[in-house]
């Protein structure tokens, strides 16, 4: 079947604007993570969400960020008034359910940059 | 909080010798588990091997194996017969057996660059 999919691959954006980044996880996969990977370093969790929990937002670095997941399966991250620190690949993953074994299929991310 | 610290941000190696790349980490838990994932340049995360921390056997996959040092909190990547499609960015990760959302803390990551 298909695998996670983001949209848009790339996006530029100017400081003070909205921008929204889509995640479609693989199909009954009940898990889903953000991660964020600014030039030349490692990934970092952002958000997680797990079926109809409340979703973990400990790893989002400012209330400028805010993530949804509707019915279960797409995801929106948002960044208000983004800023040039922003600038780096947004990455989405998906597990069938939690657990610390299982793999994270990993979509090919976003690459938003802020001037 | 847990740490994972990859101190060699570039690696080369000559195609069909081996590589070690190096990763160590910090945590106060016992039970976890670790991942290596190669990040080729489409950006795409592909694991390539884990080891459950319970485990004493390292992990084997192919080409790829771990040496994995408990006490040392050590966790490296040998990769045997390199060959170039192996030329990516890979990172090491940890992830908790205990913590609700298990959520991967990443190293920085190594560049390997495969020479013909």
């Known amino acids: 079947g298909a695998g996670v999919s983001q949209s848009p691959s790339n996006k530029v954006t100017e400081k003070g604007k909205d921008v929204e980044l889509r995640c479609d996880p693989i199909?009954?996969?009940?898990?889903l993570y953000w991660y964020r990977q600014s030039l030349g370093q490692g990934l970092e969790f952002l958000i997680y969400?797990?079926?109809?929990?409340?979703?973990?937002k400990s790893g989002l670095p400012s209330d400028r960020f805010s993530a949804e997941r509707t019915g279960g399966s797409v995801s929106t991250l948002t960044i208000q008034r983004t800023q040039q620190e922003d600038s780096a690949v947004y990455l989405c993953?998906?597990?069938?359910?939690?657990?610390?074994?299982?793999?994270?299929?990993f979509g090919p991310g976003t690459r938003l940059t802020v001037l | 909080a847990q740490t994972v610290t990859q101190s060699q941000p570039e690696m080369s190696v000559q195609e069909a010798e081996t590589v070690t790349l190096s990763c160590t980490y910090d945590?106060?838990?016992?039970?976890?588990?670790l991942f290596w994932y190669k990040q080729p340049p489409s950006r795409q995360m592909i694991l390539v091997i884990r080891?459950?921390?319970?485990?004493?056997q390292n992990a084997t996959e192919n080409r790829f194996s771990v040496n994995f040092q408990k006490a040392a909190k050590s966790f490296s990547l040998k990769i045997s017969d390199s060959q170039l499609g192996d030329a990516a960015m890979y990172f090491c990760?940890?992830?908790?057996?205990?913590?609700?959302?298990?959520?991967?803390?990443f190293g920085g990551g190594t560049r390997l660059m495969v020479k013909p």
């Open positions: 993953a998906s597990t069938p359910w939690v657990s610390s074994y299982n793999e994270q299929f």
């Open positions: 199909s009954g996969h009940t898990a």
């Open positions: 969400f797990q079926g109809n929990s409340a979703p973990d």
């Open positions: 945590t106060s838990e016992s039970d976890y588990y």
């Open positions: 080891q459950e921390a319970y485990k004493q």
């Open positions: 990760a940890y992830r908790s057996a205990n913590n609700a959302g298990n959520m991967l803390t």
